[in-house]
């Protein structure tokens, strides 16, 4: 995709976007309560399933600067003394690394000296972000979530990395599924990313992954999609622009105001949804609340 294309494309997707004042809450309004109350009848059999990976603590090719977890309590004398004591830990983590799950902030893409919305690239600062952060999603995210399964649909354990994702992708894997996105819900796009790790061995992500095509952005435009979230980094490496790496997150996040969420896994949810026929549920997203912050490690849990 040439430079002039991608920055067409994303001019007609910025001038689409949904915008306001305030939080700017960005493609989160297409989300509304009643939209939310709707979700709730997808809860048919009070199935709960956890859409985040495990925690990574070792370093890896993919993750050279893992989270540190380690035990502050009890101490040594306390083990086995009488009375009441406490077990204590402390983590702390990148939020955008390329083995955890994580939720991106509005705030966390600068493009042209700009964040979503045109807010300047300043609001950023040491201190933490002072608009379009962590604190926009601070009551959380709760809307239908629709999982699409492309390795599914190819007939592939999952998709090599560098190979892309694209609109008829998905078109193709509703029509396959019997489902359909629509305004408001949380798009869950499945590239077999984890399972690919899981069964060959991590492997350098910042250079080779399986992700969404630019291009792919207008359907999520079409679709009027809220939140969109992948096993993946979303973007696929190399990037299909030239002198942008990382395309998908520029359109959705800075020219159309959608929250990504990065590197969750799948693995458990998609023969659930096999085994239950369908492929649509409550999706309940609840990161931290870190006023400022740029994303957040989360957990999202489908509830069939």
Known sequence: MTTEDFRALYGRLRDGARTGPGDRPGALGHLTPERVAAAAAEVRLGHTVS??????TRPGPDNPEPAHHWMTGPAAGDIEADGLHFALDRIAMNV??????????????????????GVPASSVTPEGARSLSLDVVRDGIVGRGVLLD??????????????????????AAEAAQGVRAGPGDLLLVRVGHRRRRGELG??????????????ALGFLAERQI??????????????????????????AMHAMGVHLMDYLQFEELAPVCEQAGRWSFLCVVAPLRLPGATGSPVNPIAVL
Do not use: K, M, Y
């Open 150 to 171: 492309i390795p599914r649909l190819r007939g592939v354990p999952w998709l090599e990395p560098g190979d892309h994702v694209t609109a008829g992708d998905l078109t």
């Open 202 to 215: 991590a492997w350098n992500t910042a250079q080779a992954r399986a992700g969404l095509h630019p291009t």
């Open 96 to 117: 955008h690394g390329d083995a955890d799950s994580h939720l991106d902030a509005l705030c966390h893409v600068l493009f042209d000296g700009e964040l979503f919305n």
């Open 226 to 251: 809220a939140v969109l979230g992948s096993d993946g980094n979303n973007d696929t490496a190399p990037s299909a622009v030239a002198d942008i790496a990382f395309p998908v997150h520029v359109l």
């Open 51 to 56: 859409l985040a990976a495990p925690v990574e």
